[in-house]
């Protein structure tokens, strides 16, 4: 018996049916033309600072939607179709943008940063996005995707860090297997330099790539390039954020904090302004109290839980994202819990990187060779060696849920490796080229035109309308509670918030 498998023996029905899931999904709101919607948040969807359930991300014009914990894929999938059947209930014409990659988009000044009201953290929250729109564009912030957060009962920091780092070293096979962005509207590179080819005019793709989301084009940042964070403790990755939240960078100092008239350039000159700046395809997190740091969190009280970041919207699901999908991340990341997961190293951690970038942009070419070690592998043997290895764990999952369909999302996956045409990217690149005269824009305009009909024709129960009504409202009543309560400046609000002091867990602190 390997060492997984005596690890997977100590796995007990009970324990297994202890996971829990729940999902981000991130959307921009866009006109019927297919550009983006200027308008802002609608006042119906409550106030964006404190809704549990409905907010904006980087943009006004980006909706978040949230669902809570759940115990069931299905049960956790209803929320999220029932959030965004409100959600497009209250924006009038405009629709939520399938895929990824954004609608047709304005000049970069013209994207509206999102607004959370007159209090010290709402104004934290504006300033913040505009540091991110002068350190990387705010085109770049357009981008969209689903966020999936993950815990099983007792697990260690340790061992969460275990997961992550086998979560990074495999993550070529989740970008394979459901990127879904393999094209973009121009104007999203328009002024940059890419590798891109034209498609036709007004659309530029790469013929084998599955998520440009997730490649050089997407959540990329050579200042973060130069941010060598390890995952082998979280004490190792702590000190990394720490130093990267504390230490002044040269080209953002040039940036400065406040312009010649007096608005906030940024919130600070680190390479990290806060501790949500930092990119990655997985993080560890734990819930905050309020006000509190995210590293002090952490560092106080341990991991709770991952967020899987690297996922695309699936453009030809009415959410995004279907159960047989999350079913197979529940596998996924099992799997990589329960394998043997030695340290990184810097020189492994740029494999991860250069791994990263040849899956997203060229995942479905033919023999693509991937760095494994000393060697090199295709990724179809290395993916099939992951998925294989992953049966007896949908197999235990299936028994303890009396199902069989945590083997079935293992068996697609197998199909998928030896079929790449079938795969969400090819999917878009087919009905881009066959249905919509090979325009990107056409093709997800069309999408979200028949998502959204079709969620807007399907009945509303009047308990859950009700429901999303008064949480509207409540939220609006908790903005205005928080407004009411500040007191301090919002120059030493910011100054208290950021004192390094407050990223220690008390321990630290004390010594």
């Known amino acids: 018996m390997d060492s997984r498998q005596t690890a997977l023996s100590a796995l007990t029905a009970e324990r297994l049916r202890g996971i829990r899931r729940g999902v981000e999904k991130e959307s921009l709101r866009a006109l ?44 956790c999938l209803q929320e999220l179709a029932d959030v965004q059947q409100f959600t497009l209930g209250a924006m009038g014409d405009e629709r939520l943008w399938v895929s990824s990659m954004p609608c047709c988009l304005p000049g970069d000044d013209e994207i509206p940063l999102g607004q959370y009201g007159s209090s010290n953290v709402a ?44 979560f990074r070293r495999h993550a070529f096979l989740l970008l394979y297997l ?25 659309t530029m793709y790469l013929p084998y790539a599955t998520s440009l989301r997730m490649g050089r084009l997407g959540y990329q940042s050579d200042a973060q390039a130069s941010l060598a ?67 002090h969190a952490l560092r106080e009280r341990g991991v709770e839980y991952v967020e899987v970041r690297l996922m695309d919207l699936d453009p030809f699901e009415l959410v995004g994202i279907n159960s047989q999908t999350m079913r197979f991340l529940d596998v996924f990341l099992l799997h990589c819990l329960y394998t043997a997961s030695p340290d990184d190293t810097p020189q492994e951690i740029a494999a991860v990187g250069r791994n990263q970038h040849a899956v997203a942009e060229r995942g479905r070419e033919p023999g693509l060779l991937l760095e494994r070690g000393d060697t090199q592998v295709t990724l179809t043997t290395w993916g099939q060696e992951l998925v294989d290895g992953m049966v007896g764990i949908a197999q235990a999952l299936d028994a303890a849920h009396g ?15 030896q079929h790449p045409d079938t795969l969400p990217s090819a999917r878009v690149l087919r009905a881009i080229t066959e249905q919509h005269q090979a325009s990107f824009v056409a093709f997800a305009r069309a ?65």
């Open 32 to 75: 019927p033309s297919g550009m983006l919607a200027l308008t802002s948040h609608p006042q119906a969807l409550g106030s964006a600072l404190t809704h549990p359930h409905i907010t904006t991300d980087f943009s006004e014009s980006q909706v978040e939607l949230i669902t809570g914990v759940h115990a069931d894929p299905d049960v």
């Open 178 to 202: 459901f990127g879904a962005s393999p094209a973009v509207c121009s104007s999203f590179v328009a002024g940059r330099q890419h590798q891109l080819q034209p498609l036709s005019e007004g």
């Open 229 to 295: 964070v390890s995952y082998n403790s979280l004490e190792g990755y702590a000190h990394s954020l720490h130093g990267a939240l504390t230490q002044p960078y040269a080209p953002y100092e040039a940036v400065g904090v406040r312009g010649a008239d007096g608005v906030y350039k940024q919130l600070a000159t680190t390479l990290l302004q806060i501790e949500n700046e930092f990119y990655g395809t997985i993080r560890p997190k734990r819930v905050t109290f309020a006000g509190e740091r995210p590293l």
């Open 123 to 166: 104004q934290s929250k504006t300033v913040y996005r505009r540091g991110l729109g002068h350190r990387y564009g705010r085109r770049m912030q357009t981008i969209s995707g689903i966020h999936y957060n993950w815990s099983l009962p007792d697990v260690s920091s340790e061992q969460y860090f275990g997961l992550i780092r086998n």
């Open 403 to 417: 199902t069989d369909a945590y083997s079935r999302a293992v068996q697609a996956a197998q199909h998928a490796l």
């Open 447 to 511: 999408q979200s035109e028949q998502t959204r009909a079709a969620m807007l024709q399907a009945p509303v129960a009047p308990e859950v309308a009700a429901r999303f009504a008064q949480e509207s409202q409540a939220s609006w009543d908790a903005q205005r509670a928080i407004e009411a309560a500040d007191t301090m400046p919002f120059e030493v609000y910011l100054k208290e918030y950021l004192a390094p002091h407050r990223l220690q867990a008390r321990a630290v602190k004390a010594s």
